[in-house]
């Protein structure tokens, strides 16, 4: 493999490792911290929520990132750096936040944090676009799926041992892994764009296109329920089983390692069998896998379930990312991709903070049937994005 490719598949997977660092805190252990201070479900699922408003409002970010180019240094490196440095400061300034005492300050510290998450995520995903062929497009997805997740099964594994030990240790670990990708953007070249790939406002009237405004949709379905049962995972855990922090770390881990197999491997699947087929089997492993979940009567059951949720996890978000980097227009790359991200991340929203209420109105088990049976909504959007008009979209790209 030439250097120049080692080194751009070493960018993305760094910092999407990064990005899942800070994500297997989210996912694993925010819940877990929050509750520690005697805060109720529906109050994390707020804060879950909230956090993820910068997800959903990725498009200005995305049009920023498009349109200027920073002070002379790039229309993606300058951001990413920018986002990095956020990160790492917000994670700094979290340990000294009561959660409970100064809710608000701790929402808007997330909130904060999120942000500079969010930047250099969807400058990220300009670039991949920017340098991506349609034949790697799944394999590249695959790689940034598989590196987020990777960094969710290093970081859970370690940090639920952290965290039994120091919560302050837990951030300030965070805020060193988010400084990792920063030498690899600096050493990064980022080329000028070819005439194909302008900035035209025109470009967004592709945003209107049956296909494209379905595949949104789908997007905040499959968010929706795969982040709502993620969430949720570990505080059924340790109020079934009663199980500590590393626990928490090492099912976490576990389930990684389900997420980096499905994100691999579903990348490399999507490539070859094609997309249709792929979302359908997505799709079903989503349910299957989540609706599973209710029926973990004994931490040992968790093992294998957790690790399957996590395949399915993986396999559906390679899918959904793949498909929409293959209907984006490459004139507002960033722009259009971080639209159907955005509409992804509502989902996200909508779907952690209604975990947070199912949970405190019906339990942890009737909540996962819910989410699990909420995939069901998908089914009706796939003949719209695989239909005849569907296939020109993604054909005329």
């Given amino acids: 493999m030439p250097p120049s490719r080692i080194l751009r598949y070493s960018l993305f997977a760094s910092l999407y490792f990064a990005q899942g660092a800070v994500f297997s805190y989210y996912t694993a252990l925010n819940s877990l911290y929050l509750r520690s201070f005697d805060m109720s479900m529906s109050r994390i699922g707020i804060v879950g929520a909230l956090a993820m408003i910068p997800f959903v409002l990725k498009i200005f970010l ?112 965070l805020a060193a892994l988010s400084l990792l990708p920063i030498p690899l953007v600096f050493m990064a070249r980022e080329s000028a764009r070819p005439a194909g790939q302008k900035f035209e406002w025109s470009a967004f009237s592709s945003l209107v296109k049956p296909a494209v405004i379905t595949l949104g949709l789908l997007g905040a379905v499959y968010s929706l329920v795969i982040n709502a049962a993620s969430q949720i995972l570990n505080p059924f855990l340790e109020e079934s089983f009663q199980i500590t922090y590393t626990q928490a770390g090492f099912y976490t881990a576990v389930w990684g390692i389900g997420v980096v197999l499905g994100g691999v491997t579903g990348g490399r699947l999507t490539d070859r069998v094609g997309f249709q087929r792929a979302v359908k089997g997505a799709l079903i492993a989503s349910l299957a896998a989540i609706l599973a979940l209710s029926f973990i009567f004994s931490p040992q059951m968790a093992w294998p379930l957790a690790a399957l949720f996590g395949l399915a996890y993986g396999y559906y978000e390679t899918v959904y990312f793949a498909l929409s980097m293959r209907l984006t227009d490459p004139r507002i790359a960033a722009s259009m991709f971080s639209i159907l991200m955005a509409v992804a991340n509502l989902g996200t929203a909508i779907g952690v903070g209604l975990s947070g209420f199912l949970v405190d109105s019906i339990g942890y088990r009737g909540t996962f049937a819910v989410i699990a049976g909420l995939n069901l909504l998908a089914l009706p959007l796939l003949p719209i994005i695989f239909g005849r008009s569907g296939q020109r979209t993604a054909q005329a790209k």
């Fill in 62 to 173: 995305g049009m920023l990132s498009d349109r200027v180019n920073l002070l002379g240094l790039g229309y993606r490196k300058p951001y990413i750096l920018i986002g990095l440095v956020i990160q790492t400061l917000c994670l700094l300034v979290i340990p000294l936040i009561q959660p409970v005492q100064q809710y608000g300050l701790y929402i808007l510290t997330a909130f904060l944090l999120m942000s500079g998450m969010a930047l250099y995520d969807t400058c990220t995903d300009g670039l991949a676009l920017d340098t991506t062929s349609q034949a790697e497009q799944g394999t590249i997805q695959g790689l940034m799926v598989g590196g987020r997740a990777l960094g969710m099964v290093v970081v859970a594994a370690g940090l639920g041992a952290v965290a039994d030990r120091s919560w302050p240790a837990v951030f300030y670990i």
